[in-house]
Nanobody, 126 residues
């Protein structure tokens, strides 16, 4: 079993940056993919990016450029760097861990067997 805890959310002005962290505990996750997702009030959860066990990164369409995902297996940490934030980026951000045979996918439905964190709130003011 793996437990995930997100941190780093908060209030930021439009155009600002934040780095979210996802800390894993429990079993080793070096073979798992880690994904970042977000959910705004009244909207469906949407994928942002994922990083596979071998370090390959994948971004949802239109996400690449303002977001950068990375992981540090030694620390069991995964990060999501977010730049040029906009008010529409306000949401609860979640990380998830799941094993994929090959590449990971950014659509959240593919993570139905994964472990999820409780989320961290990001609010971007205009």
């Amino acid at each position: 079993q793996v437990q995930l805890v997100e941190s780093g959310g908060g209030l930021v002005k439009s155009g600002g940056s934040l780095t979210l962290s996802c800390e894993a505990s429990g079993r080793n996750i070096h073979l798992d993919s880690i994904g970042w997702f977000r959910q705004a009030p009244g909207k469906e959860r949407e994928g942002i990016a994922c990083v596979s066990g071998d370090g390959s990164t994948y971004y949802a369409e239109s996400r690449e450029g303002r977001y950068t995902i990375s992981r540090d297996n030694a620390k069991k940490m995964t990060y999501l760097q977010m730049n040029n934030l906009k008010p529409e980026d306000s949401a609860v951000y979640y990380c998830a861990a799941q094993f994929f045979l090959k590449t990971c996918f950014t659509y959240s439905a593919s993570w139905s067997h994964g472990s999820w964190g409780q989320g961290t709130q990001v609010i971007v003011s205009s």
